[in-house]
Structures are given as structure tokens and as C-alpha cells.
């Protein structure tokens, strides 16, 4: 299955870190997305565009993630020529990692 059928996300930008928040649609799913979305495995997942370290901070009173991408957004929004300087979109590529079902 796909993250997006457990989970919606959020990004923000800070120079060349992107953040990406990953929300439970519902927080019975957090301990499951908690063993499937590892930095390590964010990382591969987005690895054409992350050159930095992943770190996610878990927020299990809001039943969510936030993952900080370094070196995410070539050089920063002022210094980018992507057409996506701000990440956006990677939110959405983020979606699309397959996980197991819950049990």
C-alpha cells in the first residue's frame, strides 16, 4: 500500500533544509508508521534530490512525524534553479512509498 492511504503531509523550507511533516489520518496507524517510515528509508526513498542527512522527530501527541531533509533543495530557494525550489512536490513524492499494511 501507499503512505498517502494512512497519512498526509506538510513541508516548510529553511534555506537548503526542507521539512516534511508526515500526519496520521488516524492515530491507531502512528506505532506502524513509526517502524516503516525510518530516516534511513526516507532517505533512499528521496535520494535523487536528498544529499544531506534525514532526521525525523516523532510527535506522538499529534500522531505525526517531522522529518528534516538537509541539503534538499539545491543550494536553497534564492540560489535554485529547480522549478520546485521550496520542495513542495516532494511532500507528494514522499506519498508514494510503499508500506505494509497495518495489522
Known sequence: MKLRELAHSRTGDKGNTLNVSVICYDARHYEHLREQLTPERVKAHLSDVVRGDVM????????????????????GVTRSLALDAHGKSLSSALMDLDILEPR
Open 56 to 75: 525525523r522527530y516523532d510527535l506522538p501527541n499529534l500522531a505525526a512525524f517531522n522529518f528534516v531533509l538537509g541539503k534538499a533543495l539545491g543550494g
